[in-house]
């Protein structure tokens, strides 16, 4: 882990060395597939990455299932965080919706959910970081879903139609791998694609240190769009 009195800037210039370092499209979703140019934006990451010295090597290995463990927590939270809202009546009907439904997180349920999460965590250590000490995914799976998307949607099934876009960065708040996502370029649509690098626990130092590493070998020279 860093030194918490060190900037974030000191520890991010430091050399990373040379890493070992394990590449994915393989959606922590089953059953998701990564957009081709998802796909194509994380393979190339993977070359550069490679080209900066760094062992890289593609993992087969299969993501473990984490619902139990994240959907205890998420209503625990937004239950608990509901009640610091100053003007809780302000909130938004799905998400004053989902506080109501939290009542069952609870006591003995988070408690079997944090245990669930230590599990999950030894069996990604296990699976993907035992013979690398960095993973690359795509940050989000798919391209940006069309506006309008959770329009008229309850807390329920807007919670089906997010998990696969969001469930490859939910993965590291239950487990607590520190994760970073950094830019991979633009789809052909114009909207920014990023991948995702996760590390052991305790190790964000070097995922800063990556990602100026890759950002120093070549600057992104990337226009966004302005929407007007």
Request: no cysteine; hydrophobic share 45%; proline share 10%.
């Amino acid at each position: 882990m860093p030194n918490p009195q060190e900037p974030f800037a000191l520890t991010a210039a430091g050399d990373p060395g040379p890493r070992r370092i394990a590449w994915t499209t393989r959606s922590v979703t089953p059953g998701v597939r990564a957009d081709p140019q998802v796909a194509a934006a994380s393979e190339e990451i993977a070359r550069r990455l490679a080209g900066l010295g760094h062992r890289v090597q593609r993992t087969t290995a299969r993501w473990p299932a984490f619902t139990d463990a994240f959907m205890p927590r998420f209503y625990a939270g937004m239950r608990i965080e509901g009640t610091q809202v100053e003007h809780p009546q302000r909130l938004e009907p799905r998400t004053r919706q989902t506080i109501r439904l939290s009542g069952w997180a609870r006591g003995p349920v988070v408690t079997a959910a944090l245990r669930r999460a230590e599990r999950i965590a030894a069996t990604v250590d296990r699976r993907f970081l035992s013979d690398a000490d960095v993973v690359v995914l795509p940050t989000l799976p798919l391209l940006p879903a069309p506006i309008g998307l959770l329009d008229g949607l309850d807390t329920v099934r807007a919670q089906l139609a997010t998990v696969p876009y969001v469930a490859n960065t939910a993965l590291a708040n239950v487990t607590g791998h520190p994760a970073i996502s950094i830019p991979a370029g633009l789809s052909r649509e114009g909207w920014p694609i990023g991948v995702q690098l996760i590390a052991r626990r305790g190790a964000e130092g070097l995922l800063l240190a990556l990602a100026h590493q890759r950002e120093k070998s070549r600057p992104a020279a990337i226009t966004y769009p302005i929407l007007l």
